[in-house]
Structure formats: structure tokens, C-alpha cells
């Protein structure tokens, strides 16, 4: 199957204002564009390309004073294939793990282990290790929050949404993602694209989304606490510790959000 996607994004900047935009298809998936996701900015500005400590690709530009309009629209293949399930996968045990998952076991910003951890292992320290231990945190959050875009806040993290039990799609990552590292499994934040591909059409406008890595079974896998069932069609933009090392832009200076368009689509057969 293919899959539009793209952006249509306006800030409003009152002075020249630097810029970091991370809003690139992921790398892991270059081989799926058909149409390149090129980042265009109305006005033309330059723009420099580098890749982050996570291996996400980041833009970087200085916006003018006034309205500064960023998009893309692009295309790309997908296996159609639903998130993969592995019931049978176990925990490794921590000193056996690879080197490059330990710093997915530590707290971060949005993710405090060291408030959660007592909750943690009292919430799940009888459930199966493994891939059912995973599942068990997931379902969990899933009924812990109360989804609603009105109670989004960027400041919020994942002790807050323990306590206040609403909250988006990053709020249901974090959550998870501070359970299941107190548990001992590397996890890491994903943010990308995801449609409503195989499953009923939301009357919520479209946003980026977030779902959560899992090193389980010898291999990372994807979980999603927000939707907690296998979708299709997902495209990574970024991974990190948390929302903080994949934020779509992070501006220095004062600006103002004056458009957000976001959209995911299955191309129909020949289309």
C-alpha cells in the first residue's frame, strides 16, 4: 500500500528567530519514499541538515519576522502489515543487555522512574515477565487516562499523568514508558505518522502520534498505551528518551502557532 502524508505548518515570529525542526521521514524507512518529503518554506530561507545523538534527521533555520509557512507532501510504500505480535518474547535480564539500549533504561525529563518505581513494581511485579508484562502496562495506562486533545499541556509528564489520569497521545507514552523502564525494559519514545488506516475515521483533527519502542525478546517492538491495539501505516519521524528529544520544532525565541495541518492518507489502488 502507499500513504500520503505531509504537513502544513505557519509560526508567527515577531523578530528573526532561529529554529530546529525535526519533521524528516526517518532514515529506517528511505527506501519506502516514492515522493520525497523536501521541507519548503514560504518565505525561502536557508536551511542546514544534520543528524541528532538518536540518529533523527534535524533542519535547522532561521525564520524572519512574520508568517513563516513550512510543508511537505509526500508518498510512501508500507507493507500494510499490522504492528507485529510476539507473545512468546522474554525480558533479557539488564546485564545481558545491549550496551546501546541501557541509556532507554534511565529516567529523562518527561519519564520520572525514580516517582514511579515503587508504584511500578507494586502495580506489576506479579505479572509474567516478558512480552505479557509489557502488554499488562500498556493495558493499564490505556484505562489509566482519559484521552482529550482540550487537556493537552507540554509541560505535563508522566508522574502528572499518573496523578491526573488524562491527558494525549504523548501523555499515554510517557506513562508507559516510565512503568515499563522501572521494570527494567529499555524503551524508547517513537513520534511519526498515524492515520486512521484499518480502523473507523476520528472526528479529531490529525496530529502527529506517539507510541513507544520496546526492547523485549532480543529486538525492539512497537507498542502504542493510546490505541493499545495493532495498527497499520505507521511512519517514524523520531526517536528518543522522550518528548523533549523529538519536539517538531523547538524555537529560541517568542512565536506563535497560527496553523497546524497534519495528514496521513491511504492512496487508493492507482491513485
Request: proline letters at 7%; aromatic letters at 10%.
Amino acid at each position: 500500500m502507499r500513504i500520503r502524508l505531509g504537513y502544513d505548518i505557519t509560526y508567527d515570529c515577531p523578530q528573526p528567530t532561529p529554529m530546529i525542526l525535526t519533521l524528516n521521514v526517518h532514515y529506517s524507512r528511505v527506501s519506502d519514499i516514492v515522493v520525497p518529503d523536501h521541507m519548503i518554506t514560504q518565505p525561502s530561507v536557508p536551511m542546514t541538515a544534520y543528524r541528532d545523538g538518536f540518529g533523527n534527521w534535524c533542519t535547522r533555520i532561521v525564520a524572519p519576522p512574520g508568517l513563516m509557512r513550512i510543508t511537505t507532501n509526500a508518498v510512501v510504500n508500507d507493507s500494510g502489515l499490522h504492528d507485529l505480535i510476539v507473545p512468546e518474547a522474554q525480558q533479557t535480564p539488564v546485564q545481558d543487555l545491549p550496551e546501546e539500549t541501557l541509556v532507554f533504561l534511565l529516567g529523562s525529563r518527561y519519564c520520572e522512574t525514580d516517582r514511579l518505581s515503587d508504584i511500578a513494581w507494586q502495580l506489576f511485579g506479579n505479572t509474567p515477565p516478558g512480552w505479557a508484562r509489557v502488554q499488562a502496562i500498556c493495558d493499564f495506562v490505556h484505562n489509566h487516562i482519559k484521552f482529550n486533545y482540550q487537556d493537552a499541556r507540554s509541560t505535563r509528564g508522566a508522574w502528572d499523568a499518573w496523578i491526573e489520569k488524562k491527558g494525549v497521545c504523548r501523555d499515554y507514552a510517557h506513562l508507559a514508558i516510565a512503568f515499563l523502564r522501572c521494570m527494567n525494559f529499555p524503551t524508547r519514545y517513537c513520534t511519526g505518522y498515524l492515520g486512521d488506516i484499518g480502523v473507523p475515521i476520528s472526528p479529531d483533527p490529525m496530529d502527529f502520534s506517539a507510541w513507544m519502542e520496546v526492547f523485549v525478546g532480543g529486538r525492539w517492538h512497537t507498542f502504542d498505551a493510546r490505541n493499545n491495539i495493532p495498527r497499520i501505516g505507521r511512519v517514524l519521524i523520531a526517536r528518543g528518551r522522550d518528548a523533549s528529544d523529538v519536539a517538531i520544532s523547538s524555537t529560541f525565541g517568542v512565536t506563535r502557532l497560527a496553523k497546524f495541518d497534519i495528514w496521513t492518507v491511504e492512496v487508493p489502488p492507482g491513485g
